[in-house]
C-alpha cells in the first residue's frame, strides 16, 4: 500500500482526472437511460385506459398476464448482460457495498441459526427428560410385574382335578364312616323287636312283611328326598315297624303328608 | 384523470411511491409512519386517500402501487374499496395492487367473510395480505412486506418485475374448485 503511494502522490492531479473522467461516464450512461425512458414513456401515454368489472376482471388479467410475461421472457432472451464500467474506483466502491450487504445478511442468518440451535437444545432437553421419566415408569412397572408374578401361582388344570378327586374321595370316605357309625348306633339303640312279636301272636296281626330296621327306614327316606325333591313322601308300609315311625314323628325327624296321614317324609335338615 | 394508469409519468429519481386506498385513516396513517420507519434504500412516499378517484388538480408523481385496505368489521369500506375499483387502469393489476384485509382476528366483529375479501383478490389476480393493524408488531410486519412489495414494484430490484413478483405469489391463490 505504501509504494502505490508514492507513485499517486506525484500523480495526484491526473488520479483526480481519472475520478471525473469515471463520474462522468457514469452520469453520461445515466442520461442516455433516461432518454430511453423518455422514449418508451412516449409511447405509453399513446395507449388507452381501460377499466375493469367484476365479471370480465379474471379473464382478461390472466390474458394480460400471459402477455407480459412472454413479452418479458423475450426481452431477457434477447438481452444480453451489459459490462459495468471497468474503472477501479468504481469497481472498489461497488465491491464494499456488496461485501456490506453480504456482511449484514450472513449476520442476520448467523442470529436465525444460533436462535434455532438454542430452540433445539431446550427441546432436546426437554424430550430427554421426558424419556428418562418414561424410562424409570417402566422400570417401576416392571418391578411390579415381577413381584406379581411370582405371587400367581401357575394354574394347572390338572392339579386342580387331583384336588378335587381327592376332596371327593375324602368326604365320600367321611360319608361312608358317617353311615357305619349311624348304622352301629341304631342297631345298638334301636333293634327290631323280635321278642315282641312272638309275645302277642294273638291280638296283634301277624305282619305279612318282614320288618325291616329303623336304619332301612331312614335310608329310604333319605334316598326318597334326594332322589325326587319335589315329591318326598313314602307311604307307611308293614315293614315299618309303628313305634319307631312313631318315634321318628315325635322327634321331628319325620313329617306327616298334610293331607294324607299314610304318607311321611323326612325332615330337610339341609335346607 | 378520472383513471389511474400505472406508467403514465416519468418517475422520480430513486424514489418509491405508495398510494393506500381504504377508510380507516387513523389506522392508514400509522401504517403509513410505519413503513417510512423501515430501512429501506430508495426515497419512499406514501399517499393516503379515502377513495378513488383521486382529485386531478394535485401535482403528484407516479404511482407504482396501489394497496387497498378492507376493514373486515365494516361492509362500507368493501363498498368502497369495489367502487375505487373502477377507477384503476386494467394494467396496474399486472402486480402492482395489492389488497389487505384488516380486523380478521376478531371473528365476532366481523360483517364481512374472509372468503368475500380472498374472492375479490381472486377475481383481479392479486395478492391478498390480512394484517390486524391496530397491534404494533403486525403492523410493523406487513409494512417491511409493503416495502419490500414496493421497491419491486417501482423497479429498484434489479431482475425482478412486478408481474414476477405477483407470479411468485401465485401459489396462495390457487383458483377454488367453484372457480374451476
Known amino acids: ?271 | 384523470m378520472s383513471v389511474l394508469r400505472p406508467l403514465d409519468k416519468q418517475p422520480g429519481l430513486n424514489t418509491a411511491t405508495i398510494l393506500l386506498v381504504g377508510t380507516e385513516d387513523a389506522l392508514l396513517q400509522q401504517l403509513a409512519d410505519a413503513m417510512l420507519k423501515e430501512d429501506c434504500a430508495s426515497e419512499l412516499k406514501i399517499h393516503l386517500a379515502r377513495s378513488l378517484p383521486l382529485p386531478s388538480d394535485v401535482n403528484r408523481p407516479r404511482i407504482d402501487l396501489i394497496m387497498f385496505v378492507v376493514n373486515l368489521h365494516s361492509k362500507y369500506s368493501l363498498q368502497n374499496v369495489e367502487e375505487s375499483l373502477r377507477h384503476v387502469d386494467a394494467t396496474f393489476f399486472l402486480g402492482k395492487v395489492g389488497f389487505l384485509a384488516m380486523g380478521a382476528g376478531q371473528e365476532s366483529h366481523c360483517s364481512i367473510h374472509r372468503n368475500t375479501v380472498t374472492k375479490l383478490a381472486n377475481t383481479y389476480r392479486s395478492p391478498l395480505f390480512f394484517c390486524d393493524l391496530e397491534r404494533e408488531g403486525f403492523r410493523a410486519t406487513v409494512a417491511q412486506r409493503l416495502v419490500r412489495m414496493l421497491q419491486i414494484c417501482a423497479g429498484h430490484v434489479p431482475g425482478v418485475s412486478a408481474l414476477n413478483l405477483l407470479s411468485l405469489l401465485r401459489s396462495s391463490e390457487n383458483p377454488a374448485p367453484e372457480d374451476l
Open chain 1, 1 to 271: 500500500m505504501s509504494v502505490n503511494q508514492q507513485d499517486l502522490d506525484p500523480d495526484s492531479t491526473t488520479d483526480m482526472e481519472d475520478i471525473t473522467d469515471a463520474e462522468e461516464k457514469l452520469i453520461k450512461e445515466c442520461e442516455e437511460l433516461w432518454k430511453d425512458m423518455e422514449g418508451c414513456q412516449k409511447k405509453l401515454s399513446l395507449v388507452g385506459t381501460e377499466t375493469l368489472t367484476d365479471s370480465n376482471a379474471q379473464l382478461s388479467l390472466l390474458i394480460m398476464q400471459a402477455k407480459c410475461l412472454t413479452a418479458e421472457l423475450s426481452q431477457w432472451q434477447k438481452e444480453s448482460p451489459e459490462i459495468i464500467s471497468l474503472n477501479e474506483e468504481v469497481l472498489v466502491t461497488l465491491g464494499k457495498e456488496e461485501f456490506q450487504k453480504l456482511r449484514v445478511d450472513l449476520e442476520l442468518v448467523l442470529s436465525t441459526v444460533q436462535s434455532k440451535n438454542e430452540k433445539l437444545k431446550e427441546d432436546l432437553e426437554r424430550e430427554q427428560q421426558w424419556l428418562d421419566e418414561q424410562q424409570q415408569i417402566l422400570e417401576s412397572l416392571n418391578v411390579l410385574h415381577n413381584k406379581l408374578k411370582q405371587q400367581v401361582v401357575t394354574f394347572s388344570e390338572s392339579r386342580v382335578f387331583d384336588e378335587l378327586n381327592t376332596k371327593m374321595h375324602d368326604i365320600k370316605e367321611y360319608k361312608e364312616k358317617l353311615l357305619i357309625t349311624l348304622g352301629e348306633f341304631l342297631e345298638d339303640h334301636f333293634p327290631l323287636p323280635d321278642g315282641n312279636v312272638k309275645k302277642k301272636k294273638k291280638n296283634v296281626k301277624e305282619s305279612t312283611a318282614q320288618l325291616i330296621t329303623l336304619h332301612e327306614i331312614l335310608e329310604i327316606l333319605i334316598n326318597r328326598l334326594f332322589d325326587v325333591p319335589h315329591d318326598p313322601y313314602i307311604k307307611i308300609r308293614d315293614s315299618f315297624w309303628p313305634p319307631y315311625i312313631e318315634l321318628l314323628l315325635r322327634n321331628g325327624i319325620a313329617l306327616r303328608h298334610p293331607e294324607d296321614p299314610t304318607q311321611i317324609r323326612l325332615e330337610a335338615f339341609h335346607q
